[in-house]
């Protein structure tokens, strides 16, 4: 066998992969990754100077504990829930997820229809610009009584409206221009922040404010922190809003036909088109259901985190795609990624708080966690597009019924050297 | 004479599939040599084996006597063989003197550089000696398809072939490109070179190569010297006979006009026109049949009528409206359905299973389909379509790409079939299907042709679109060369037919259903242009 078909095999198996084997694959690929991470903190341990080491390993000595450090990232991220289960290091956990769960969802979907949206943070921008500017100048036209009833819809309102529009144009371009999504939505994120800027600094800044911001969104606006302590950032209705997106988004896949529509199209164009879907179309309001997505995720980070637009504006959007990946693209994994995510931002202010390590070693470990869980299932969507694992038929005609489930994914990948697309006489 | 290529018995299986059967090769040196075969044959399967980019499960290759085995191409071009692919492996932006001796540049700076200048002379030097004019400082981008395929065998030529291999090597060209083509062949043979190219087209290897080779079905059906064969002989071979149809058709008794087509013409992106004015008309309870070698617009005429592309002109009615440009979608819900050429392009989502493949083209149709899509019933639906086509494994969650060949046929048609439609559109229905499965589709088009539903039949299996059809059209470089009745025409008329040529005192079955009269303005009274049309081209 030669080194190609050895790697054409090995992904057709992990594009065949269950979502158990992938579940098991993700908790594998953690525990390598501290593994690996905890050879690297020993080390730097040895090599760095302290009062007093706080690791013995067989003589040698080290600043760093390794073992507590994982324990302190873990931990960390849940605080002690056993005395106060409402605890602030519980609730950064919980809001880095929430905020998480909207841009995932929105590179998800986009996903789905075979679009590669990198513009989640442009569509972002662009929702909470709109929900802060729309709650600032609608706030004096409501009674005080209905403000929060609502202020707080038409936000959310306006921050899906903008961010779809914002997100439609790169799937105009695609369907009626033949521009690559990739590029354009790159290129998009960045006219998003400076546009938004310019509007900010030049005409919407708050008037005893130095830095690029609008004035603060009236109390009645702010989703309030609660459960949590105030100050604690976090809206149990975010949390359940993005719950329900979530079941919404794969209810809205799974079961419609306009899901039918776009998985189909993602997966395999001809086919759509056969089946009578309208491509350009699919591609326009993919992307501007997932840019509508990230929108939501942008007034959700005005209303209840900033609570005013500023020129600093998370970079939601990008972890947005790695969330994504994490989860295979689907909604309902988008879940646990995001939790991932909340859970070492939460953890790793812990480390840094409760043991020496520095704050730059503990962002090696946080990306060798993500790399590692990425980086199957990054390979599983390299798979899908080069392996076709089986577009040769498996036997002729009567196999039998069970074997042909059963046929190992090996035998059936293409043939070496044969490009896709090049099969017998090029048609 | 030692031949230039000796392929012997050669063995090629795929998973599911032989494409070689224990064929045979011999190619004389400085002769041109035809491989001509319909789609599927095996033509390409066989050259790739050359090439070295398969390597057969049993057969060996010999070169001037020499036994090879070949790992990759890079072995076989060592060894003195070029092929030139149907898509060109070029680099647009970069020259002609640069793409011609990509990979094998001549160095400089003590192979710190290429050089540029020995580059350019080398290629001027050999498009002098074999006659081709070529600007080798043109970007590649700039120049002509016809060109760039000159570059192409240039490179090959550059790489020191002696054996030249061309997959499809007119299919991209304009008719004035493949007579240059032709002479350029002549000009390669002059020097010594043995050319092997593949092709569909019988004109071509008629013209152009010394023998002609015709594989069908993955076997070789024979070798013969091309002035001493005849289209009709070459049509046969590559059609081929399998044994009478099993149907017992009660005569047709057709209604009023369903589909009407009316002087369509479709080109591609690239201008090539691949329909030329072709026109008919199917009635309620009638199966109008669509032969002919495979390639000769069967698949665009197809496509215009089933709503995946528009004609540049001309137009589909569906009953008394007007369908032309009516979207994919609505030819759906009017009531057409189709099964594609292509089941695992286009019939079938292969990551989906079959409950969800069930639902493609009616996932927005009630009751199943609408906003919200019925999966329980659809389960049940792709339940009755998998036992009563007897599609295996007889699971609607299995994957469709899990499915074999004849299987995944088999639930394209039934879904097709089943869908309650007033006009069926089926090219290949039985493509890749075991016997007693083509039987069975084949009584149910003749069920649903009795129960009052209009079906085109597009097939290169003669004996299938013969014993099926009421009225057989036969379709050669983009249009009808003829319509005949097929229970009163014989093989051989068939075959002169496929071949373009229209024996002139034959009775022909009228165009259109309802006897012709004034409909189009090519009527099948006075009609030879269609046939004069297609003649003139092969001249």
Avoid at chain 1, 371 to 399: C, H, K, N, S, Y
Avoid at chain 2, 512 to 520: I, S
Wanted: glycine content about 12%.
């Amino acid at each position: 066998m030669s080194r190609r078909d050895t790697i054409e095999a090995a992904l057709a198996r992990l594009v065949a992969a269950s979502w158990i084997e992938r579940l098991l694959l993700s908790i594998a690929a953690i525990a390598t990754s501290i593994v690996v991470g905890g050879v690297i903190v020993l080390v730097s341990g040895m090599a760095a100077t302290c009062e007093e080491p706080a690791f013995a390993f067989f003589g040698p000595t080290s600043c760093y504990d390794p073992i507590g450090v994982y324990v302190q990232l873990f931990q960390g991220a849940i605080g002690d829930v056993l005395g106060d289960p409402f605890n602030f290091r519980l609730a950064l956990t919980l809001k880095e997820t929430a905020l998480l769960v909207f841009t995932g969802l929105s590179v998800a979907v986009a996903f789905r229809a075979g679009l590669f949206n990198i513009g989640s943070q442009g569509q972002l921008v662009a929702g909470a610009l709109a929900t802060a500017l729309t709650v600032l100048f609608a706030a004096p036209f409501v009674p005080a009584a209905l403000g929060a009833i609502v202020l707080v819809p038409l936000g959310l309102l306006m921050g899906a409206v903008f961010g779809g529009l914002y997100g439609a144009i790169p799937g105009a371009l695609k369907a009626y221009a033949d521009a690559n999504e990739v590029i354009t939505t790159i290129m998009l994120n960045f006219v998003a922040a400076q546009v938004a800027f310019f509007l900010v600094s030049s005409y919407f800044s708050a008037p005893e404010s130095q830095s690029v911001e609008t004035r603060t969104v009236p109390g009645a606006a702010v989703l309030e922190s609660t459960l949590f302590g105030a100050g604690s950032n976090f809206s149990v209705f975010v949390f359940v809003l993005g719950l329900a997106l979530v079941a919404g988004l794969y209810y809205l896949l799974q079961r419609t036909a306009f899901g039918y529509d776009l998985r189909t199209s993602g997966l395999q164009a001809e086919a759509a088109t056969y089946g009578g879907v309208d491509p350009k179309r699919t591609v326009v309001t993919s992307m501007a259901l997932s840019g509508a997505l990230a929108g939501v995720g942008g007034a959700v980070w005005v209303l209840m985190v900033a609570g005013r637009f500023t020129a600093a504006v998370p970079a939601l959007g990008f972890d947005g795609i790695t969330v994504s990946i994490l989860a295979g693209n689907n909604p309902l994994g988008v879940v646990p990624a995001a939790l991932l995510f909340g859970v070492l931002k939460s953890g790793s202010l812990a480390v840094q708080l409760e043991t020496g390590v520095p704050k730059q070693l503990v962002g090696v470990l946080r990306g060798l966690i993500i790399l590692f869980v990425a980086m199957p299932e990054f390979f599983r969507l390299i798979g899908q597009r080069f392996v076709t694992p089986d577009r040769e038929p498996v036997a002729t005609d009567g196999g039998e019924p069970i074997e042909a489930l059963q046929t190992p994914r090996e035998a059936q990948s293409e043939p070496p050297g044969s490009e896709p697309g090049e099969t017998e006489d090029g048609r | 004479m030692t031949n230039a290529v000796e392929l012997r018995e050669i063995t090629k299986r795929f998973p599911g599939v032989i494409a070689n059967d224990d064929v045979s090769l011999a190619v004389e040196p400085g002769t041109v040599h035809a491989l001509l075969g319909e789609n599927g044959a095996g033509k390409s399967t066989l050259m790739n084996v050359l090439y070295g980019l398969y390597e057969p499960d049993s057969g060996t290759i010999e070169l001037d006597g020499q036994s090879r085995t070949f790992d990759s191409p890079r072995d076989a071009i060592d060894a003195g063989i070029g092929m030139i692919h149907q898509h060109f492996m070029l680099v647009p932006p970069m020259s002609v003197a640069e793409n011609v001796v990509l990979g094998h540049e001549p160095k400089k700076w003590g192979g710190l550089a290429t050089d540029r200048e020995r580059a350019s002379n080398a290629v001027d030097e050999l498009a002098e000696r074999y006659g081709f004019a070529a600007d080798p400082d043109a970007a590649v981008e700039d120049i002509s398809v016809g060109e760039q395929q000159r570059v192409e065998i240039l490179k090959a030529l550059y790489r020191g072939a002696e054996v030249l291999i061309l997959d499809e090597p007119t299919g991209v060209l304009t008719p004035q490109e493949v007579e240059d083509l032709f002479s350029v062949f002549e000009d390669l043979t002059a020097e010594g070179k043995t050319l092997v190219f593949i092709t569909h087209k019988l004109g071509e290897a008629m013209e152009a190569a010394d023998e002609i080779t015709v594989l069908r079905d993955g076997v070789n059906v024979g070798t013969v010297a091309a002035d001493a064969t005849s289209r009709e002989e070459l049509a046969e071979m590559m059609v081929g006979r399998e044994g009478g149809l099993d149907v017992d058709a009660v005569p047709a008794d057709p209604g009023a006009p369903v589909l009407s087509v009316d002087g369509v013409s479709v080109s591609d992106e690239h201008g090539g026109e691949h329909v030329t004015d072709t026109g008919f008309s199917v009635r309620e309870g009638e199966i109008f049949g669509i032969g002919g070698v495979d390639g000769n617009g069967q698949a665009e005429l197809v496509e215009a009528i089933t709503g995946l592309r528009t004609p540049d002109s001309g137009t589909v009615g569906l009953g008394d409206e007007e369908i032309t440009r009516v979207s994919r979608g609505g030819h759906i819900e009017r009531g057409m359905a189709y099964i594609p050429e292509d089941r695992q392009e286009r019939g079938l989502v292969m990551e989906f299973d079959l409950t969800e493949n069930g639902m493609l083209g009616s996932q927005h149709i009630p009751p199943l389909g609408g906003g919200r899509i019925d999966w329980n019933g659809a389960r049940d639906h792709a339940a009755d379509v998998i036992e009563a086509y007897d599609v295996r494994p007889p699971a609607p969650a299995a994957r469709a790409g899990s499915l074999s060949g004849g299987n995944q046929q088999k639930f394209v048609v039934g879904r097709e079939f089943e869908r309650d439609p007033d006009v069926v559109v089926a090219t290949h229905p039985t493509r890749g299907v075991d016997v007693g499965s083509q039987e069975f589709i084949h009584n149910r088009l003749l069920e649903l042709r009795d129960s009052g539903v209009a079906v085109v039949l597009v097939s290169a299996n003669l004996t299938e679109v013969r014993g099926l059809a009421d009225r057989l059209a036969v379709m050669h470089d983009g249009g009808f060369v003829d319509v005949v009745d097929p229970d009163n025409v014989t093989e051989e008329e068939l075959g002169l037919l496929m071949a373009g040529e229209r024996p002139e005192e034959r009775e022909r079955a009228d165009v259109t259903a309802d006897g012709g009269g004034g409909t189009r303005d090519e009527s099948p009274g006075d009609g030879t242009d269609a046939g004069q049309r297609s003649t003139e081209g092969e001249r």
